[in-house]
């Protein structure tokens, strides 16, 4: 069946140091792969998408490229900020699958 | 703003009194979901309508029921709620099954 799995956290950063959060997936077919991020107390929320292979998600300086070829969908920062604080979790859908199957999550703690 | 309103935002029940948590959407989805998210965990998909089809998650309590009287509304009801149902639920929505899910802020239960 489809899965994720992602970087183990928790990470904790410096204000402006780099992000990167590993994401790598299994699945048939041609899957849809999303971040989404939870700040604390607080629902999911789409932080970016990508639909078809090479497709690059941006938003709020966070980007993620689908790579079919590594099957991986790694999420980027170049500046994180303390606002950037949350738990971050990569996710698919599969063409014929309602279920969003999601990675385990990793936690971002950001210092000033 | 078209969005996922879920209300209330926290919940406390007794052990075993019957609670209904609700969700409604201004998005003019077709597709509700309720999800269970225990602390440090990915949100765990409990069942999901259709349109007007209930579609139950093979290892989802009997205790968790759901209606969903019309479109925009969708409730979760515990029948009778033990302290492991202690958790966030999040309620999401998407156009059609297979695209992109938008979350509710989530309703915090607490059972004492």
């Known amino acids: 069946g489809d899965s994720v799995t992602q970087m183990e956290g928790p990470v904790t950063l410096s204000e402006e140091a780099f992000l990167t959060i590993n994401c790598t997936y299994t699945a048939t077919g041609y899957p849809s792969l999303f971040w989404y991020v939870q700040y604390p107390g607080e629902g999911l929320q789409l932080l970016l998408k990508a639909t078809k292979a090479d497709d690059k998600g941006s938003n709020k300086g966070f980007e993620a490229t689908y790579r079919k070829e590594t099957t991986s969908f790694h999420l980027e920062k170049g500046s994180v900020q303390v606002s950037d604080s949350a738990v971050y979790f990569c996710?698919?859908?599969?063409?014929?699958?309602?279920?969003?199957?999601f990675g385990a999550g990793t936690t971002v703690t950001v210092r000033a | 703003d078209a969005m996922v309103i879920q209300n209330p935002r926290y919940q406390v029940t007794q052990f075993g009194k019957p609670v209904t948590l609700s969700c409604s959407q201004t998005l003019n989805h077709n597709v509700m979901y309720w999800y269970q998210q225990k602390s440090s965990q990915a949100p765990k998909l409990l069942f999901h309508?259709?349109?007007?089809?209930?579609?139950n998650e093979a290892d989802t309590p009997d205790n968790f029921q759901s209606r969903r009287p019309n479109t925009s509304f969708c409730f979760l009801d515990i029948r009778s709620p033990g302290l492991g149902d202690a958790a966030m639920y999040l309620c999401?929505?998407?156009?059609?099954?297979?695209?992109?899910?938008?979350f509710g802020p989530g309703t915090r239960l607490l059972v004492l």
């Open positions: 996710a698919l859908t599969s063409n014929n699958d309602y279920k969003l199957s």
């Open positions: 309508y259709y349109d007007k089809d209930f579609n």
């Open positions: 999401a929505t998407s156009r059609v099954v297979q695209e992109t899910q938008y």
